[in-house]
């Protein structure tokens, strides 16, 4: 692939995350290229499991069943780099937190991963590949079942674990967040488990990129109201932002370093 198309395929999503859909046409006049590039484009993104193919162009894909594990991973990936490194920096030494399942909430123990005298309870597998190696960091893994697609750990065994501990921080995501300020995801045992962590935590650090603000979701995590503290990259919703200003939640906007060289 070359990087004219990457180029192109990150247009694409960006545009699609912010309107939910794309045309041919109006790729066709943004791009200067051919209907055919285009098309290609679109093709290799649904592919990819990023989009959804409809008459004349694509959708962000979304609705009931969340994307990919990888594929997300690849999405949003500089946004997802600053929101942890914005994250990260709001936890002290000498802090304990719960890190749940997700993508972003991974690019947060990236970001702690040198850090010393943490401990950290965690029901994601790819989190403790992320900081096992640190001898500083007291690491506790959540019990339960495992999901192959992404590596959590869910179920009733893994909340009851939960509740035998309080903490000082929680580092969860969302799959979604409407403008009225409920939080959604797409598994009612992920549901379960970020309910737990919540409760269970002295302040919760909600990190999500814009794009979840473009996404439905059928499965209530809860409000906003509950969070202390919205790390993204950028909050152009003034709905949502007024909801945030109500109920105290601080809202940080972490700018890509790719976007602060532009």
């Known amino acids: 692939m070359t990087s004219a198309s990457n180029t192109r395929h990150r247009q694409i999503l960006d545009l699609a995350r912010r309107n939910g859909k794309v045309t041919v046409e ?53 946004e997802k780099k600053a929101i942890g490194k914005e994250a990260a920096a709001r936890i002290p030494d000498g802090a304990s937190l719960f890190i749940n399942i997700g993508t972003t909430t991974e690019e947060v123990a990236r970001a702690l991963a040198g850090r010393s005298n943490l401990m ?5 597998l790819n989190v403790v590949d992320i900081l096992c190696r640190n001898s500083a960091i007291d690491l506790i893994v959540v019990g339960g079942r495992v999901r192959h697609a992404d590596r959590a750990a869910v179920g009733p065994t893994a909340v009851d674990f939960i509740r035998n501990f309080k903490v000082d921080f929680a580092v969860i995501g969302a799959s979604a967040i409407d403008e009225d300020g409920s939080l959604l995801d797409f598994d009612l045992n992920e549901v379960q488990v ?67 060289t532009e």
Do not use: W
């Open 26 to 78: 109006d790729l066709v006049g943004r791009m200067n290229v051919t209907p055919q590039t285009i098309r290609k484009d679109l093709n290799d993104l649904c592919e990819r499991g990023y989009l959804s193919r409809v008459h004349g162009g694509a959708i962000l894909g979304s609705g009931v069943e969340n994307l990919e594990y990888e594929a997300r991973r690849r999405l949003s990936v500089a």
């Open 120 to 124: 950290v309870l965690t029901n994601n």
């Open 194 to 260: 970020s309910h737990a962590i919540v409760e269970n935590s002295r302040s919760v650090i909600l990190v999500a990129d814009s794009s979840k603000l473009t996404r439905s979701a059928p499965v209530r995590i809860g409000h906003i109201s509950a969070v202390d503290i919205l790390v993204t990259d950028y909050l152009d919703s003034a709905e949502l932002a007024a909801v945030c200003a109500e109920h105290n939640v601080e809202v940080v906007n972490a700018m890509p370093e790719s976007a602060t």
